[in-house]
């Protein structure tokens, strides 16, 4: 009812959960595109708990139940991109600041990241440098932890380490999962890719959005 009518509402990531759970997010079809809440339902459709904090996209559960989501914030009256001396150039004013958070299969807050401080941060500002649309500088789509098999593959990463999907830099990105720094960043063929997924094999499958049809190593 605080989103103007149920009818309002509607599902935009599902994931299914090792005890039979559902994880869902949830968008507002009358507050497009800003962000609503992520909640968890048991097998027999009982309401466990909801969470009114901007999650979106699609959710992740890890092997212990630990949930990931995609989380956003808006800021108003930002000068220059992430800490660098370009001045951040935003039509609307308002810039979506994006972020992850680790919930408890409970729905508790272990840990919030967001993008914009991971940047500012690193050695890396190129990721919020060189986007399209300084409104939405990261726009982040989607997480999940890294199985052993793929730390392997990620010198400098450990199993847990948490892998994010930047659409607007068309980047991966590998968050510690204690601290949210940036260990590791990767670019390839992928325009604007979106719902990475670990293989068995520890390598990554994600849908590329844009690239791949015009390029030779597409």
């Not at 999650?55 to 990931?68: F, L």
């Not at 380490?161 to 590791?184: C, H, M």
Request: glycine letters at 12%.
């Amino acid at each position: 009812k605080g989103f103007a009518g149920i009818e309002n509402m509607n599902v935009q990531g599902v994931r299914l959960s090792h005890d039979g759970g559902l994880v869902v997010t949830f968008q507002g079809r009358n507050v497009f595109p800003y962000q609503v809440a992520v909640g968890r339902f048991s097998f027999d459709g009982t309401t466990e708990w909801l969470k009114v904090n901007r999650a979106h996209h699609w959710p992740g559960v890890g092997p212990d139940g630990r949930i990931y989501v995609p989380v956003a914030r808006i800021t108003r009256d930002e000068e220059f991109v992430a800490g660098t001396r370009e001045k951040l150039d935003c039509k609307y004013g308002a810039v979506f600041q994006e972020g992850v958070a680790v919930l408890s299969p409970k729905g508790e807050v272990l840990h919030e990241f967001w993008m914009d401080d991971a940047v500012r941060h690193s050695d890396r500002q190129g990721l919020a440098y060189a986007v399209r649309d300084d409104c939405d500088p990261y726009h982040v789509n989607h997480v999940v932890p890294l199985t052993a098999a793929a730390a392997e593959r990620l010198p400098g990463t450990r199993e847990g380490d948490l892998l994010v999907s930047l659409r607007s830099s068309s980047s991966l990105v590998v968050l510690d999962q204690e601290t949210g720094t940036i260990v590791t960043s990767l670019a390839g063929p992928m325009v604007a890719q979106h719902s990475p997924e670990i293989l068995p094999d520890g390598s990554i499958g994600l849908f590329d959005n844009l690239g791949g049809i015009d390029t030779e190593n597409g």
